[in-house]
């Protein structure tokens, strides 16, 4: 994926051409289950104006019961997940829609090409940075679900984080491999993005609060904004709290 819009969509697409096809396209062709999710988890092929390329379609219906989240939510928080972090300009999770394919309405997000045994538990100190924020933005959406195997490199060792159905609830679920950094100062820049995400959801009329107060209930949105502006006042990483902290298995 390429953010230059010079690019042509056949030699490497565009975001803009990717969020496109994703909601646009044909995903009718599966190309089997992803085995390792708790969920149904399906390979399609997106098909549209001549690209063709794989994604992860994450059907409602064939997502788990839990007892902590309402039924039928985990694919709209996949989609909270990627306008969190496309609001914050971070870029931290593929493109992802919410849309109707051929098992009815799911999660679609772009496939991003890596290695499954690359992983957070394998990544050397050059992914600092990167995990860094990968860290503040679990802590922004409550990640109930930050495994090791979430944390995948695409070719340019670009970190991106996914499987995020299980976040933004409105009690404090933060379940993450990632606590490195408990305890430390929150970079400036980071602090400022997390301010300009607190006046967007000030704002009623804001497009991204708009579409987010579609994907997740009232008390959602506000334990959101009470956990960012936590976040600004404290200006420090958070620390594990009683309960439990990281997720099972790992990895």
């Known amino acids: 994926m390429n953010d230059d819009s010079s690019i042509p969509p056949d030699d490497n697409p565009t975001f803009e051409t990717i969020m496109s096809a994703l909601q646009d396209g044909d995903i009718s062709t599966e190309q089997g289950t992803i085995r390792w999710s708790s969920n149904y988890t399906f390979l399609v092929d997106v098909v549209h104006d001549g690209l063709t390329f794989p994604a992860v379609y994450k059907p409602q219906g064939g997502e788990r019961p839990l007892w902590d989240f309402p039924d039928g939510t985990l694919c709209f928080r996949e989609r909270a997940a990627f306008l969190t972090s496309e ?137 959101l904004k009470r956990r960012i502006r936590l976040l600004i006042d404290s200006a420090c990483y958070p620390s594990p709290g009683p309960g439990p902290n990281y997720p099972w298995p790992p990895v």
């Open 87 to 223: 609001a914050l300009g971070w870029r931290l999770v593929p493109p992802t829609v919410l849309r109707d394919g051929s098992r009815g309405l799911g999660s679609v997000q772009f496939f991003i090409d890596h290695d499954p045994e690359h992983h957070y538990f394998t990544f050397d100190a050059s992914f600092k940075p990167q995990l860094m924020k990968l860290a503040l933005f679990d802590a922004v959406i409550n990640n109930a679900d930050r495994k090791g195997g979430h944390c995948i490199a695409d070719a340019d060792n670009r970190l991106w984080g996914i499987d995020h159905g299980i976040a933004f609830n409105a009690q404090n679920k933060l379940r993450t491999v990632i606590w490195n950094f408990a305890g430390q100062p929150i970079a400036a820049d980071d602090l400022r993005d997390l301010a300009a995400l607190c006046e967007k959801l000030d704002a009623p009329d804001d497009p991204y609060t708009g579409q987010m107060s579609q994907l997740i209930n009232g008390a959602e949105m506000l334990s």
